[in-house]
């Protein structure tokens, strides 16, 4: 994301609802979540702040979907 001019932060701490909270106060446009499952299955779940809409992409096209 960083290598395509998008503004990242990376939360490891508490539970995803907190990370959750944390984005939203941050003012985050998207959340993207990489868990065990996705790293699996080579996705990332990337969720709309605005609108609530989740989808699930390939990690590779991450960063064209959010642009």
């Known amino acids: 994301l960083q290598s395509n001019n998008i503004c990242s932060d990376i939360l490891f701490e508490s ?15 998207h959340v993207l979540i990489l868990g065990e499952e996705e ?18 992409i390939k990690q590779t096209e991450a960063a064209t979907f959010i642009k």
Not at 49 to 56: E, L, P
Request: glycine share 10%; net charge positive; charged share 25%.
């Open 39 to 56: 790293q699996k299955n080579g996705t990332v779940s990337i969720k709309n702040m605005q609108t609530g809409k989740s989808n699930i």
């Open 15 to 29: 539970s995803l609802n907190k990370k959750m909270k944390k984005a939203n106060k941050l003012g985050a446009q």
